[in-house]
């Protein structure tokens, strides 16, 4: 269910995968990646490209849709989790507001129909 999670994600426009740790932070957006899977490994963009990450799908062991309230606007994002509840990695929805800082019906209608699909917590 992990391959098809990031899959749905990527086909998405304008979503923006974090790696972070203590150390350093990469970001990929998701405009025209491509996703495949070899043993427990996931690629994620073209692994001779610029950019691309592996995921190792044996350690995320649990997803959640967060909606995170801030002064001005809500962030909504896809957070992956490995067995000590640490965030891995993050999808965060991005443009998701206008120039007036009005929330994008179509945009927010897009990230509800995939938490619907999976629900809110999803355990792998």
């Known amino acids: 269910m992990l391959l098809e ?16 740790n203590d150390g350093a932070v990469s970001e990929i957006r998701s405009n025209s990646l491509s996703i495949r899977q070899k043993e427990k490994w996931i690629t994620i963009g073209d692994n001779d490209g610029p950019a691309h990450m592996h995921v190792d799908s044996e350690l995320i062991k649990s997803a959640e849709f967060v909606q ?3 002064p001005e606007r809500t962030s909504f994002s896809v957070r992956f989790y490995n067995k000590n509840g640490e965030r891995v990695l993050a999808a965060f929805f ?4 206008d120039e007036s800082k009005k929330l994008i019906y ?19």
């Open 94 to 97: 991005t443009k998701m507001y």
């Open 106 to 124: 179509n945009r927010k209608k897009i990230y509800d129909e995939l938490r619907q699909k999976y629900s809110s917590k999803i355990q792998f």
């Open 5 to 20: 999670l990031l899959s749905n994600l990527i086909k998405i426009d304008d979503i923006l995968f974090i790696v972070k």
């Open 68 to 70: 995170e309230d801030k």
